[in-house]
């Protein structure tokens, strides 16, 4: 599979789990680049992807909140406040993308650069010293997050 994105230490936020859950979606991302190139079953994979981005993204903010939460991060409404945003682009594009009214575009592709590059590069990397400093660590793994992408 040719990447639109490949995953590197420029992205890591420095916490296993959130770039575990990262690197999901940047999978996510190159698969849908990988049918746009090449367009065989195209609707069939690009719902499915879709369905699974979205089930992806409201876990994966619910996890993110989750840790904000328990260590108290000063900035979690405004940081809330982007992944509800986010959060309804993606519910969007998969209700346009489930009724037939939109396949994988160049646009849809650029969106989720933007995310990766705009949210997690610099929104997400400001949290990282602070759940660090107050008690989490860089290894911290949840292994049924994994499982359930893998099923």
């Given at each position: 599979m040719k990447e639109f994105?490949?995953?590197?230490?420029?992205?890591?936020?420095g916490i296993q789990e959130i770039d575990d859950q990262h690197k999901q979606l940047i999978l996510y991302i190159n698969t849908l680049y990988d049918v746009m190139i090449h367009p065989k079953n195209k609707e069939?994979?690009?719902?499915?992807?879709?369905n699974n981005l979205t089930q992806y993204t409201i876990i994966h903010f619910a996890v993110e909140e989750s840790l904000f939460r328990i260590f108290d991060y000063p900035r979690y409404e405004?940081?809330?406040k982007h992944h509800l945003e986010l959060a309804q682009q993606?519910?969007?594009i998969n209700v346009k993308v489930q009724a037939g009214e939109d396949m994988i575009t160049s646009e849809l592709l650029n969106f989720l650069r933007k995310w990766?590059?705009?949210h997690i590069m610099k929104e997400d990397k400001l949290y990282t010293p602070f759940?660090?400093?107050n008690?989490?660590?860089?290894?911290?793994k949840?292994?049924?997050f994994r499982r359930m992408w893998d099923m």
């Open positions: 994105i490949t995953w590197s230490d420029e992205i890591s936020v069939h994979v690009v719902k499915e992807i879709m405004e940081h809330k993606v519910i969007d990766l590059y705009n759940l660090l400093k008690g989490i660590k860089k290894d911290t949840k292994s049924w």
